[in-house]
């Protein structure tokens, strides 16, 4: 069901810079759809992190950022914290699916 | 402040219905300005959108899922709910409610509720 792709881990240490790619196709991020991040915690609500491609709702600290070209976009933690171990998941809208598509999901490790 | 809260069934049997209900506080589910969605994450895999109500009880589903989903409305409790009919061991999963918010041309989901886990198994 997921036709975004995204790796799955990442890491770094505390300070340190993480991005996270989300790849699609044509019939999503490629035809012009935006891209939305969440943050997933165990035992907690998931958590709009970014939405319309690059736009932090009130509250979203300004490490976290937002970018998107071609079929492709990126989340990028800057002054990575401990706190932002999680998995994280873009999100999009398919043509050929026909409704609303997630990423493989990515695990962010601080080392 | 808008919140979500999951409430149904932990266990349901094999060939049985899931039935689970998102009692929603801080807004008017019948309000028309919002989309109210279903969102599961099954063991080790990830995020997958089920379906969602809005105004006037209409609906969108998942291709994949629709012959077996039915999602509405009960606007006096303030709820809107999730049957998911045939279930298998390929249906055990955490359920999240959402609302779902649009400003024409793109669509997210915030908030989220806390998530129900509901296990397919006799």
């Known amino acids: 069901q997921s036709v975004l792709t995204q790796p799955p881990s990442v890491s770094g ?3 340190q810079t993480v991005t996270i790619s989300c790849t699609g196709s044509s019939s999503n991020i ?3 759809y935006d891209v939305h991040w969440y943050q997933l915690l165990p035992g907690t609500a998931p958590k709009l992190l970014i939405q319309g491609n690059s736009n932090r709702p009130s509250g979203v600290p300004d490490r976290f950022s937002g970018s998107k070209s071609g079929i492709s976009a990126s989340l990028a933690i800057t002054g990575l914290q401990a706190e932002d171990e999680a998995d994280y998941y873009c999100q999009s809208y398919d043509s050929s699916l026909r409704g609303y598509v997630f990423g493989t999901g990515t695990k962010v490790t601080v080392l | 402040q808008v919140q979500l809260q999951e409430s149904g069934p ?10 689970l209900t998102c009692t929603v506080s801080g807004a008017s589910i019948s309000s028309g300005t919002y989309y109210w969605s279903w969102i ?9 959108w089920i379906g969602r109500v809005y105004t006037r009880g209409y609906t969108n589903y998942n291709p994949s899922l629709k012959s077996r989903v039915t999602i509405s409305f009960d606007t006096s409790k303030n709820q809107f709910s999730l ?18 918010v649009t400003t024409g041309t793109t669509y997210w989901f915030d908030p989220w509720g806390q998530g129900s886990l509901v296990t397919v198994s006799s």
């Open chain 1, 13 to 15: 240490a505390p300070g």
């Open chain 1, 30 to 32: 490629g035809a012009g």
């Open chain 2, 10 to 19: 932990g266990l349901v049997k094999p060939s049985q219905t899931l039935s």
């Open chain 2, 40 to 48: 599961r994450q099954s063991a080790g895999k990830g995020l997958e």
């Open chain 2, 83 to 100: 049957k998911l009919t045939s279930v298998t061991a390929a249906d055990t999963a955490f359920y999240y409610c959402a609302r779902g």
